[in-house]
């Protein structure tokens, strides 16, 4: 089997019973003293270096995987006694389906078999609020894994205590794509339309604040001559549409309804006239927004005419109503990344001295994460390399506090 | 912890043997007995446990978890002291080991010194992109910005990278593009000489209108030289923004019924970033064909230098990329300049040196290359 001991001696040595119950202790300590500082919250690891491993200790490839398997079993340990809320791994990379295949399909089955033993051991997932989560491009993975991997993230799902994501199989630019797709097809989707019969049920009528606001206005141009007449069309209620065409609306509404009409028309024309460009955004606003001015709601099914009820002989011309593209921003698409329900990620460790991100939770970390990078190969990863990285995060966390109420306060004083 | 002897011995004869060894309650036997009490993982943070613990401090029952509450607590303290002790040694170390290199390989603004330095490296990058921070509140973090900028694009044009891209999250060195451009022409001409064999420079900024570069004095105006130099600069609105503002145009267009979100594909997104970030590649292009070998298999169109840093190098005591396009770097090697000390939170300048310029670009040169199989 070849050797997967370091020497002979030393092993036994640490491996006596004393020996292991002194080291068991020692961890116990260190890690409960971790807890008294800053933790933090989300944090994630490339495992990279069991083939590296497996190579200089001359054992199988596979036999590399198992062994760091084992290894990510001891850091989950020490990150959720730690009180690390959400552990992130990179298991496998859709780069990675270029290996041979004998590996490919030795790490598939791997994963298949770690996930249906996990799957028997619901209650005692349950006892710790522990879940995982399988983040990835499910579409190239095959159905057997897929239904072990459906089977082991359902029934830890209603867990939130602490969080496994698995990235399997994974590339950030993928993830990216598929959070932009999904995004453009929200967007895309046209916003229900309200049925002519149903209104919205209020006991606020709009014909009494119309009345309201009307005599107001008038109060108000008897004691101001100056202040200029504000059309009560202008405050037309959008009824159930999007709340960003009421804008336009007011912008639109003083023009009377007659030229109102000929914009529509304009507007449909220059609409299916502009087939190439997308730069103004008026045009590709529904014709809806300028006929506002009618107020009740049977302007919106979708026919085009600003007139109200008497020309609704007009063919609709069925243009639905969009969610304004205008208000995704970087949250939106954040909404639709896979680790959309996780804290933000606080520190991203990749072991085996490589110096690249290779594709891993690029826009997560690429705005305050501590990106380190360790010489250790994943196999050999233990409580002792992670510590120290553990603890300079907490030390540089508490500097950078002081620092921060150091400012505040010389800020405070110079104001 | 992790497994005992005879545990582990049993553990991976059942992985051996596909999990058929272990029952599922026998394995639920292992695990149980290194599992912690869920009690123990119950409170986030210690501070509750102890406010817990105090509450039910009476009963002396309690005083053991009490009192190790207590005992971590004071090894917590001892552990963060003893290693701020240990940062600030290893700090004087490196400080130490800059120098040395600092005084053994210094440029005296003599590309020549430079490219000694450099000679031999199997490989040097074709984007080199930097990230600098801009010290707003000491007065003249402008001033120092703008000559870090120069000895950079300096450094560079020595070392024959085409392609410098600075970033700076505030965005600030976008202002002063013309300033920029001037000053490292300035310094351009302090190293190489003056024109006509002044490097050609070229300054970009993503949504900005490049400038042309400056009128050299000579006649003719042609230069003898075939080196030349892009520098690039980018800020934060180039990170996230981008993305964001490709998002709105991809909506609106299937909005418009002109795109199908089914479309949407990693290449085309790459191709809308990689092409707003673009630089052409200058006409006298003699320093592409220097034999280095390709290192990304990436292709790229050769009127175009590569949109991909080959190397990012962080001038500050820790890794954070504050922003930086996040799209870009998928493959970029990452390399830290390494904390000497000075300023511990990251939050005023880290002095930008040569020192640190050479050591990214040796740490580059040896670097292993694994595209994914």
């Known amino acids: 089997m070849g050797s997967k001991q370091i020497s002979t001696f030393r092993k036994w040595i640490l491996s006596s019973p004393p020996a292991e119950w002194a080291l068991n202790q020692l961890r116990e300590l260190l890690i409960g003293a971790i807890k008294h500082g800053k933790v ?61 295949k004998h590996e490919v399909d030795a790490l598939m089955d791997m994963a298949k078999i770690k996930l249906t033993q996990l799957s028997q051991h619901g209650e005692l997932l349950d006892r710790y609020g522990a879940s995982i989560r399988i983040l990835g491009q499910r579409s190239l993975m095959k159905p057997d894994v897929l239904e072990a991997m459906d089977r082991a993230c359902s029934m830890t799902e209603h867990n939130d205590k602490t969080v496994l994501n698995v990235c399997f199989p994974y590339t950030s630019r993928d993830e990216i794509t598929t959070a932009v797709r999904r ?54 209620s959008p009824s159930s549409s999007s709340t960003s065409l009421a804008s336009e609306a007011s912008a639109q509404s003083d023009t009377p309804p007659d030229q109102q009409h000929d914009l529509v028309q304009e507007a449909e024309a220059e609409a299916e006239a502009d087939a190439s460009s997308v730069s103004s955004s008026s045009t590709t606003l529904p014709p809806e927004v300028l006929s506002s001015s009618s107020s009740p709601p049977t302007s919106y099914t979708g026919s085009p005419t600003p007139k109200p009820l008497s020309s609704l002989a007009k063919p609709p011309l069925s243009q639905p109503q969009y969610k304004n593209f205008e208000d995704i921003s970087s949250a939106t698409i954040n909404s639709h990344l896979f680790t959309a329900s996780d804290p933000p990620l606080d520190l991203l460790i990749r072991t085996s001295g490589v110096e690249r991100l290779s594709d891993f939770m690029l826009w997560q970390c690429h705005e305050h994460t501590r990106i380190v990078f360790l010489n250790v190969l994943w196999p050999e990863f233990d409580l002792w390399q992670f510590l120290p990285v553990l603890w300079e995060w907490q030390w540089r966390a508490r500097k950078e506090e002081q620092m921060g109420r150091l400012l505040m306060g010389q800020e405070v004083k110079v104001d | 912890m992790p497994f005992n002897q005879d545990d582990t011995r049993f553990y991976r004869q059942d992985v051996d043997s596909r999990g058929q060894t272990m029952s599922v309650d026998e394995r639920r036997e292992l695990l149980e007995r290194y599992l912690p009490r869920p009690s123990e993982l119950r409170s986030s943070s210690a501070r509750e446990q102890v406010r817990d613990q105090k509450r039910k401090q009476r009963r002396s029952r309690r005083l053991r978890p009490y009192l190790k509450q207590r005992l971590h607590l004071a090894i917590y303290l001892i552990i963060q002291l003893l290693f701020g002790i240990f940062i600030r040694v290893r700090q004087i170390v490196s400080a130490l080991f800059q120098k040395f290199i600092a005084v053994r390989h210094y440029h005296h603004r003599t590309p020549a010194y430079i490219q ?27 001033e120092t910005l703008l000559d870090d900028v120069a000895e950079l694009a300096a450094w560079s044009t020595a070392a024959g990278i085409p392609l410098l891209s600075v970033y700076e999250k505030t965005g600030v060195l976008k202002q002063y593009m013309s300033a920029v451009q001037e000053i490292v022409q300035q310094k351009l001409v302090l190293y190489f000489g003056a024109p006509p064999s002044t490097p050609v420079l070229q300054v970009f900024a993503p949504n900005y209108p490049s400038l042309s570069p400056l009128p050299s004095p000579q006649i003719n105006g042609t230069t003898n030289t075939n080196l030349n130099l892009s520098l690039l600069l980018l800020s934060e609105s180039d990170g996230r923004e981008t993305l964001v503002d490709l998002t ?73 990329l504050d922003g930086y396009p996040p799209w870009q770097i998928r493959l970029t090697e990452i390399f830290c300049v390494g904390d000497s000390g000075g300023d511990v939170s990251g939050r005023s300048r880290t002095r930008v040196e040569y020192q640190g310029f050479l050591r990214a670009l040796w740490n580059y040169a040896g670097a292993e290359f694994r595209f994914g199989s």
């Open chain 1, 40 to 100: 933090p919250r989300h944090v994630a690891f490339v495992m990279d270096g069991n083939r590296r491993y497996a190579r200089t200790h001359r054992i199988e490839t596979v036999e590399g995987h198992n062994l760091g398997f084992e290894a990510l079993a001891r850091i989950l340990e020490v990150c959720y006694k730690s009180g690390v809320h959400t552990v992130t791994i990179y298991a496998f990379s859709i780069e990675n389906f270029k290996r041979s």
């Open chain 1, 183 to 236: 995004t453009v097809q929200e967007y895309a989707r046209p916003v229900p339309q309200p049925q002519p019969g149903h209104e919205r049920r209020t006991p606020f009528t709009e014909e009494r604040i119309k009345n309201t606001l009307r005599s107001q206005h008038k109060n108000e141009q008897d004691s101001n001559e100056h202040m200029k007449d504000i059309e009560p069309t202008a405050f037309h």
């Open chain 2, 116 to 142: 000694k330095d450099l000679k031999g490296l199997s490989r040097l990058p074709e984007h080199l992109s930097v990230i600098l921070r801009y010290d707003a509140r000491s007065d003249d973090g402008l």
């Open chain 2, 248 to 320: 709105r145009t991809l909506t609106e267009m299937a909005q418009a019924q002109k795109l199908r979100p089914k479309d949407i594909t990693v290449d085309l997104i790459d191709t809308e970033i990689s092409a707003s970030t673009s630089v052409p590649a200058p006409s006298n292009n003699a320093q592409r064909t220097n034999g280095h070998k390709k290192t990304n298999g990436v292709k790229h169109d050769d009127t175009y230098l590569p949109s991909e840093p080959d190397l990012l190098i962080v001038f500050a005591p820790v890794i954070k």
